[in-house]
């Protein structure tokens, strides 16, 4: 006859023992058959007045002497962690104590997430003796539960719906804090655990992501560029987002600093292509012949390397895209001609682990090496990093995405709406009337060389990359911050106002 092991009783008892309970104050218990028990054993739904309510925890029970401890009890985690913490249900853990008769209860999930915020890696469960669930406690447990639920649901309900808002996906560890600016801007901070960066959100810059650490965050200006104007890579702040921000890094400064015994992480690739899109674009405003001499060196490296040459010409086979990286600007590229800019002038990508601050994690090896520095970056683009680390990856140019565009409004709408607001404009005296785009403000001071106004007015669009003057308004700080550093005559005339353009007066 086939015999019942001893090993399976206590667990039994300790399931019977919690299930009773809850069926005792018409709680719904559904138990999870053994053969498909991963770290869970009871799924219990609460009910309130003999009416169901819908809130739902997940229980894993244990029993027996084997769990208590000097200071209560404790449950192993196992492989479980990251299921008890991340999955889109709380995860309760129950002790039954056989010399007691006594059921003790912890909140998995919560431990675990306090846990990871510390930048701690738990192996158990620790269960107070305090935490007793019985008749009499049950109407506390059940409040404290689905309060807890309620918050936890209430956190991925909005986290969804930020993430629908932005065009990305969350993930169920991530950072997200959201901030609605006094023009009714949304911002939204993202920090992915365990990355040794963040992310930025802007509506007003139709949620382009801007990737950044505390070393590109200045709060108090840039030095030498922007004096007392709040910046964040190229995004200028005003006081009460620079604050918001500095407390959302603060608050997640645990997040870039896993602990060690953290599974690795993969690289984030959208980061790494907008990482990479930024540096190119730069690089082509500060080396206006980059692209020719990159194309000439690229010439001679195929002349030897059959593999590179093939790769080359198929980038090249699309004639219209070829004929875009020779003639336009980066900003009017198409995605296939940004990527072949990108060939051209990137030999390939060394990577390393995702928890270094983004200025070390991704390196550039520029294909025809610069004669001069970066102006406006103190990363070591192109240049070894001090961070040494074995585990670095080097990634082709020819493997490189491209980064996510900001939405590009048609030339056609672009004049029509630029007439609209000359037409706007009509009864108003100006001395001078100069149309150009975003580019065209870090040249201003040689667009008005012939002239020495008193003032300057700045009307922009308000979207990235689109023409200067448009019926939405003043220029808003992001761009009139960079047009006033690029502009000496402006500095000299006076102070400017950045949230309704840029007007600069006699002191």
């Known amino acids: 006859m086939p015999k019942v092991p001893d090993s399976r009783k206590p667990g039994r008892a300790a399931v019977n023992a919690l299930r009773t309970l809850l069926e005792r104050h018409n709680h719904i218990v559904q138990e999870v058959d053994g053969q498909n028990d991963f770290g869970e054993d009871q799924h219990v739904t609460f009910t309130e007045a003999g009416e169901v309510t819908g809130d739902l925890v997940k229980i894993q029970v244990k029993g027996g002497r084997s769990w208590r401890r000097s200071n209560g009890y404790a449950v192993p985690i196992g492989d479980h962690g990251s299921t008890w913490a991340d999955g889109n249900i709380p995860v309760l853990c129950v002790v039954h104590d056989p010399d007691t008769d006594g059921l003790y209860w912890a909140n998995a999930t919560k431990q675990l997430l306090s846990a990871r915020r510390d930048g701690e890696v738990l192996k158990t469960i620790t269960i107070s003796p305090n935490r007793k669930l019985d008749d009499e406690s049950i109407t506390d447990f059940v409040a404290e539960a689905r309060g807890y639920l309620s918050r936890y649901r209430g956190n991925r309900i909005i986290q969804a719906q930020l993430g629908d808002m932005a065009g990305v996906e969350f993930g169920t560890s991530d950072i997200v804090q959201h901030y609605v600016n006094v023009h009714g801007e949304d911002m939204i901070f993202w920090q992915h655990w365990g990355e040794g960066f963040a992310t930025l959100l802007h509506s007003d810059l139709d949620w382009h992501p801007t990737h950044f650490g505390p070393e590109h965050f200045h709060p108090h200006g840039r030095p030498g560029l922007l004096p007392g104007m709040s910046v964040v890579g190229t995004t200028i702040l005003n006081t ?122 991704f390196r550039i090896v520029w294909r025809c090496p610069r004669p001069t520095e970066e102006y406006g970056f103190d990363a070591r683009v192109g240049q070894p990093s001090t961070r040494k680390s074995p585990h670095r990856e080097r990634v082709s140019a020819f493997e490189l995405r491209g980064t996510v565009r900001p939405k590009v409004v048609s030339q056609a709408a672009v004049k029509a709406r630029n007439k609209q607001s000359l037409d706007n404009l009509a009864d108003t005296f100006v001395d001078r009337l100069t149309i150009f785009g975003v580019d065209g403000a870090w040249n201003l001071h040689e667009l008005t060389v012939d002239v020495e106004p008193s003032a300057y007015v700045l009307f922009s669009s308000c979207r990235r990359h689109e023409p200067a003057l448009a019926h939405r308004g003043p220029m808003k700080p992001r761009q009139a911050g960079l047009a006033a550093a690029a502009c000496p005559r402006a500095k000299r005339c006076g102070r400017f106002r950045t949230r309704y353009g840029m007007s600069c007066s006699p002191r």
Request: with cysteine; glycine share 0%.
């Open 240 to 361: 009460p987002e620079a604050q918001w921000l500095a407390a959302c890094l603060d608050a997640a400064q645990w997040a870039r600093k896993p602990a060690t015994d953290d599974p690795p992480l993969h690289t984030n690739t959208h980061a790494r292509d907008n990482y990479v899109a930024n540096r190119v674009e730069h690089h082509l405003q500060v080396e206006p012949d980059a692209l020719a001499r990159s194309i000439q060196a690229l010439r001679t490296e195929t002349a030897t390397n059959h593999d590179l040459a093939t790769i080359a010409a198929e980038l090249e086979s699309d004639a219209v895209a070829h004929a875009e990286a020779l003639s336009k600007p980066w900003l009017k590229m198409s995605d296939k001609a940004r990527r072949l800019v990108t060939f051209y002038l990137v030999k390939d990508v060394v990577i390393g682990p995702p928890v270094l601050p983004i200025d070390d994690q």
